[in-house]
Structure formats: structure tokens, C-alpha cells
């Protein structure tokens, strides 16, 4: 085996087993990986993400229910800034539960394309300073 061989290997090993959600975004901001931690996280599949701004299906809603345009995002603002961006936010979990996270966006430019890998933590509920239990995002809110 070589040497880069080896190392793709370890990569991969490495993210599939991190316990820190992460995920890789094209300069679309569609995701094109996400680690076993981040399907946790999120309740989604990549397969299921694919084809759209992950923003659409994780951060789409504020957690007083009013909608979270992907151009206010500061996760999805780290490429066209080229600037890490770090902070914390409510994610939508699949089944509709809101979560906070914890998020660093970092750019990595490589030649004509771009991609941001963005890492993040669910925190928990007594640190989400909006509610001391989870909230519930359905119907025309989400």
C-alpha cells in the first residue's frame, strides 16, 4: 500500500470515528460528507442532504420559529468571507426538536473549488440560554 494510500485510510478512520460532528460543504454550501457523529447530530443521512444547502435542513428556523435565511447564517458566510467563523446556534433536528450547537467554519480553498469543513457539538439543554428543555419546531413554523 502506499504511503497516500495510508494516509486516505487513516483519514477516513479518524472522522468516522470522531465523536465531533463534521461536515464538509462544496462552494454551494451543499454537503458532501458528513461523519457518522453528524448523521447523529442532525438525524439525517447524507444521502438524504445531498442536492441542497445543508443550511435548508438543519438551520432553516430561529427558535422563536420565524425563518433563518441562509444569507444571515454565519456557518454558511465562512467561504464567500474566507474566514473561520466559530459560535453557537439552534439546529432542527429531523424529527423537529431544536438543539444548540456549538460550530466553528473554517474555508479551505484548493484551486478553482472551495469547500468549508464545519465541525460542531450539540451542547447541553441548561447552556441554551433559549430554553431549559428542548422545543419543538412543526408546521407552517419550520
Given at each position: ?19 465531533v ?35 435548508d435542513f ?24 474566507n ?27 484548493r ?32
Open positions: 500500500m502506499t504511503q497516500t494510500a495510508q494516509s486516505l485510510l487513516d483519514l477516513h478512520d479518524l472522522c468516522t470515528n470522531a465523536t460532528a463534521l461536515f464538509v460543504m462544496d462552494d454551494r454550501q451543499h454537503c458532501v460528507y458528513m461523519n457518522p457523529a453528524a448523521e447523529q447530530l442532525t438525524g439525517f443521512t447524507l444521502a438524504e442532504v445531498q442536492g441542497a444547502p445543508l443550511h438543519v438551520h432553516h428556523t430561529r427558535p422563536d420559529g420565524s425563518p433563518y435565511p441562509l444569507a444571515e447564517c454565519p456557518i454558511d458566510r465562512a467561504a464567500p468571507a474566514m473561520q467563523e466559530h459560535g453557537e446556534e439552534v439546529f432542527v433536528h429531523k424529527d423537529g426538536t431544536l438543539y444548540a450547537v456549538s460550530f466553528t467554519a473554517s474555508p479551505i480553498r484551486g478553482a473549488g472551495s469547500w468549508v469543513l464545519s465541525s460542531k457539538y450539540r451542547m447541553p439543554a441548561s447552556a441554551w440560554r433559549g430554553s431549559a428543555s428542548a422545543r419543538r419546531c412543526s408546521g407552517s413554523a419550520c
